[in-house]
């Protein structure tokens, strides 16, 4: 009898430790960060807006937390990805906005937010645009072969993505090393000046030459190279005419390889960055989101970015993982009003401007390129139902900070010298601590700034007489920095300036 109960112990010993590796690995919750572009504190219901309306990204924020001082770390794109990425400030590494042919800027033996949950057992994606550069520079990204180094080599097992913008060419989608549904009799050929680029492939229509070409809308200023489905573009590409995306819906792919990734990995834990190109420029929501605001293209794509989160949402829940699932909403950096096309949305001028009575940053002054809250205090929701209750959280946070708090958060360790500037605010995350980071850095092209408790000290790449023009706020008193206060709290400002300094010239990991 007892050889009987040994042997039949023995049988089934693999599959109860499976049954619990598998019950392990449930209890993992599934990560998914929703990246919207260039859209501004004030761009959200839930944070105020009234002549938008985003139920979607509302419910979110009614049953999981609203951070109200919630910030990327750059005003502008690419290096507000790279620091989330990676942990560290770009400005290390003179990481500024991308042109169309950039190397990879994140070196590949760095340890990414993907490799930390890789090492967490994850499977990991990105989806939507990717920014931050493909190929070397010595080895450019071969478009018409194996594109890399690029995501794949960061830690994603799965990538499907735009390789810069969606106002830069080449204006194709990459899905892990290839150009999807490229014809090798058309190569794609890309430069900087129309004279790089090849003659012997398909050609389109010079924006600088020929303004005509550009029928969907025309460019206020620059965008205005090669024309492509009637919309000027940054750089010259040619060829690849079989692979070009449609504009018009570019929302709804990238909702499609989302909704399939998930399904494809329901019964394993995964991370997915979707870093949609919803509200960047050119503006193109599909014609079903057309005159849905009286805001024009630019309020029509925001309701379109509304959608998307629903429609990751509701492929969450038609797998049943939604109460174990982290979602996060944010943005990349603060709103851009017109920004290249005369597509309805006026230029704005000062902080006093609005688009039509409505205010993208809030109550804040500045947008995207901005130092001023404007540019980089940006919507953040966090949503689990199964750990975060839902409440509004007034603590200091930044992207830089995630892979540390997913760290904690997975119990796993971080490489010595990796993600030096991050990190773990888990419990703010959680809505466990009102107070949050103690200080953060916030970069623009023109300034950087460190802001500590109420306190933002600004100082600006420009001098006068041979001294750095700089500025002081006091947020609680002025969130919308009307005031500076620069020469009536010196010792402030300069205690303000040493500390930045020594962020700025520090080598060593700030925790």
Known sequence: MMNLIY????????FILLGVNLYGE??????????????GYGDVSAYGAEKLKTPFIDSLAKTGLRFTDAHSTAS???????????????????????????????????????????????????????????????????????????PLELGFDYAFFIPSTNDRVPCVYVENRSVVNLDPEDPISVGLYKGQVDSNNTQYPDGKTNRSAMTYYESSHGHNHSVING?????????????????????????????????????????????????????????????????????????????TVGSIVKALKEHNLFENTIV????????????GYQDGTTIKTSKSDNDRGHYAAGEFRGGKYSIYEGGNRVPMIIHW????????????????????????????????????????????????????????????????????????YIEFNETKENQRISELYDLKKDPSETLNLINKYSIIAENLKQELESVKNSNQKIH
């Open 7 to 14: 042997r039949t112990f023995s049988f089934l010993l693999p």
């Open 26 to 39: 449930s209890l993992k919750p599934n990560v998914v960060i929703i990246y919207g572009d260039d859209i």
């Open 76 to 150: 502008t794109c690419s290096p507000s990805r790279f620091s989330m990425l990676i942990g560290e400030y770009a400005f290390r590494n003179n990481i500024w906005i991308l042109g169309p042919k950039a190397p990879l800027v994140i070196p590949t033996d760095s340890f990414t937010l993907a490799d930390l949950f890789k090492t967490a057992g994850y499977r990991t994606s990105i989806i939507g645009k990717w920014h931050l550069g493909l190929g070397t520079k010595d080895n450019q990204a071969d478009w018409n072969g194996r594109i890399e180094p690029g």
């Open 231 to 307: 919309i000027g573009r940054i750089g010259y590409m040619s060829g690849g005419k079989s692979a070009l995306w449609n504009d018009e819906t570019m929302a709804d792919v990238f909702v499609e390889k989302a909704s399939a990734f998930i399904e494809s990995n329901k019964n394993k834990p995964f991370f997915m960055f979707f870093s949609s190109q919803d509200i960047h420029v050119p503006r193109t929501p599909h014609p079903r989101f057309h005159g849905v605001t009286e805001l024009g293209y630019r309020g029509d794509a925001m309701i379109q970015f509304d959608w």
């Open 328 to 339: 996060i909403v944010t943005s990349d950096n603060g709103p851009a009003y017109d920004d």
């Open 385 to 456: 139902p199964e750990k975060i209750k839902p409440g509004i959280s007034k603590a200091l946070i930044s992207q830089i900070d995630f892979i540390n708090s997913f760290a904690s958060l997975l119990n796993i360790e971080i490489p010595k010298n990796s993600a030096r500037d991050s990190i773990d605010g888990l419990k703010a995350l959680l809505g466990k601590d009102a107070k949050g980071r103690a200080f953060l850095v916030e970069e623009s092209p023109r300034a950087i700034a460190l802001r500590k408790r109420n306190w933002k």
